[in-house]
Every structure is written in C-alpha cells, then in structure tokens.
C-alpha cells in the first residue's frame, strides 16, 4: 500500500498557497483507498521561526483546523502533530551524521532565510533533515508539496540513499514529491510566491468584511478609469479566481475588464465572491473546529498513537542497523 505523507508548519493561518498547493492535492489522494495517507502539523519545524508558546498553540490548532474543514477524513488518515511522535528528533539526529554539510549549506531555503532573517538558528540549518526525517520515520513514496518543497524532497531522497548505502541494507524507502503543475507555486497578491514571510498572503478565513479589506488593500491595480479598457493580466485578480473558482469564472471577469467600464473594484469583488462562494463550506467548518478544541486534541491523540506504533518498529530498525540494540 502507498504512503502518503505530507506536513504543513503552524508557523500561521494556512493560506491559499498551503490550501491549494498542498493540502487539497493531499486529501485528494487519501480519497485513494489503496493508500495510507499521514498528516501532520509541522510544529516542530515551526520553532525555527517562532518562539512564542501561546501562538505555535494557536496556530497548531489552526492547522489541524484546517485539514479537517478541506475533508481530511480521521478515520483513515494518520492526523499527528509532529512534537507528539518524538521518535522523529531521534531518527533526525541519526540523518544529520549521514547529511554533508554542503549539502545544507547550499539548500536556497536556508540561503534565503539565512539573507533575510535576524534569528539565523541552528534549527533552520538542519531544517531539511528534520522534514527528512519526518518522511522517512514512516517509509512514505509520496509527498504532495509545493515548488518550494521539491529541493527539501531530493535532499530526503539523497539522504535515505546514502544511509542505505553505508549500512548495505534497505532501511528506508526513497521519497518523491508530489506536484500539481497548476498549483505548484500559487502567487501572493503582490504576484510573488504567496508567504507566511511576505505580506502577500490570502488567509481564506477571515470574515468577509477583512477579507475584502485584505482583497483591496494589498493587490495593488494601476490607475485607469472606469472607463477604460484593463489588461487582466497586469495584476494577480483574475489568476487568483482562476485558481479558486476555475478559467469560466475567471475569463468573465477577463472579458468584462478587456471591453471597459468594469473597474478593478469590481475585479476584486469578482475575486471575494469566488473565495466566499468556493469556500463556503470549509470556512464554516474551519470556524466549527476552531471552538471544538476537545475534539479536535482527541483526533489528534488517536492519530498520534498509530504513528507513533509505526516510527517505535522503524527505530528500533534502524538502531538495530547502527548498533544501538543488544
Ligand atoms: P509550509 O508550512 O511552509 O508549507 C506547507 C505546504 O504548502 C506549500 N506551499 C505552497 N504551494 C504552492 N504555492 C505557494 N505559494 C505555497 N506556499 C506554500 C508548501 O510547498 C508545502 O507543501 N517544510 C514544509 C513542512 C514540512 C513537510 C515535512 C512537508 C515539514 N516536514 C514533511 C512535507 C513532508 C513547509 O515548509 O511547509
């Protein structure tokens, strides 16, 4: 039976780039029953980042929120939180003495992040041998991700080969991710990747009226008059309904900016209509989740006790192969 395995950081709100990038792609996949699908929350990952107790709570209950209000079904689904199964900070420290240093050194996410940010940890360092970690604990074939991650899935791969290697044993399984070549890489309203780090980003949760003020504010149109005719592509509007709400609803708005008298006003209404309408029914549900926290933890802990049977026999494996057992 395939695995899949996918996780998203509880760094914040997910956005539309996690929604679309990944977790829809990965719900879709665990409609597969011939697959075993596990989900996580990458709270782990998310202290690289963040150091406050009472938001990475916040924000890791969010996430959980969120897989559950797109369908994640519990019943078949390993829903985890990374921080419960702790198997997975043993099995990293074990990865990172078989993991070149080069290798990381050279890793563009580390380079971006060590450019831009004032908190240049360890952590962040070793972050791909962490997430490689949390791939390989549960012998995974395939990781649903955006773009950004696909750089992070060869370093897992290259990992798993080289510990296979040197203990002349197939320990692991090797990885790939898994892309959507539609929504691989979901622009922000500034036409950038859409990011947690940039200002850019759509969380689909806020009520309408911040919604819209986000919709307004941050997709920034050129002056033309109402009048006038629009290049649709001058800004992200129409893309972004496209992603939402499919091309038909996009090429309405397209053709109403193209023959004039439709103002980017109405474009960006066009856009708060789609997100509101298409995600109705996960907004409801995200809000539902948001005040059942008790439910919620007890998903969570049921999930967290399968995974964690599967990485205590992958251990014990592995410590085997490295001459830790008897
Ligand atoms: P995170 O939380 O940054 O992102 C979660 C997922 O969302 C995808 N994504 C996007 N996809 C398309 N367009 C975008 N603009 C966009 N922004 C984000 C990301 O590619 C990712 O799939 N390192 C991971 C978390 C992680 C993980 C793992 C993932 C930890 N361990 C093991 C898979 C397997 C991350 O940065 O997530």
Redesign the pocket.
């Known amino acids: 039976m395939a695995r899949i395995?996918?996780?998203?950081?509880s760094?914040n709100i997910p956005h539309l780039?996690?929604i679309?990038?990944?977790i829809l792609p990965a719900i879709t996949q665990s409609q597969n029953h011939a697959h075993q699908s596990l989900f996580f929350i990458?709270d782990l990952?998310s202290l690289t980042s963040i150091k406050d107790a009472g938001a990475i709570h916040r924000h890791t209950l969010s996430v959980a929120a969120t897989w559950l209000a797109f369908g994640l079904n519990p019943e078949n689904t390993w829903f985890y939180r990374q921080s419960r199964v702790p198997q997975v900070t043993e099995l990293a420290w074990y990865l990172n003495c078989f993991t070149p240093y080069p290798m990381l050194a050279n890793a563009h996410s580390f380079k971006d992040k060590s450019n831009r940010l004032s908190d240049v940890n360890a952590g962040l360092f070793t972050y791909p041998v962490l997430?490689a970690a949390?791939?390989l604990l549960y012998d995974a074939n395939w990781?649903p991700?955006?773009?950004?991650?696909i750089q992070?899935l060869e370093i897992t791969a290259d990992i798993a080969r080289s510990v296979n290697h040197r203990l002349q044993q197939d320990v692991f399984t090797i990885p790939e991710a898994l892309i959507n070549d539609h929504?691989?890489?979901?622009p922000?309203t500034d036409g950038q990747?859409?990011?947690?780090s940039y200002q850019n980003y759509i969380n689909i949760f806020l009520p309408e009226k911040e919604l819209r003020q986000v919709i307004n504010q941050q997709i920034i149109t050129d002056s033309s008059l109402l009048q006038d005719t629009k290049d649709p592509n001058s800004n992200v509007i129409c893309q972004l309904i496209e992603l939402v709400a499919g091309t038909a609803r996009a090429n309405y708005t397209r053709q109403k900016l193209l023959q004039g008298g439709y103002g980017w006003g109405h474009a960006k209404t066009d856009l708060l209509q789609a997100i509101l309408e298409i995600y109705a029914e996960p907004r409801q549900r995200y809000n539902y989740y948001m005040n059942q926290t008790t439910e919620l933890e007890t998903l969570l802990q049921k999930g967290e006790a399968r995974a964690m049977a599967y990485a205590q026999l992958k251990l014990q494996q592995l410590r085997q192969a490295l001459g830790y057992n008897g």
Do not use: C, R
């Open positions: 395995l996918t996780g998203i950081q760094t780039g996690n679309l990038g990944a990458a990952h997430m949390d791939i990781v991700v955006g773009k950004d991650q992070h929504h691989a890489l979901i922000g990747k859409m990011s947690k």
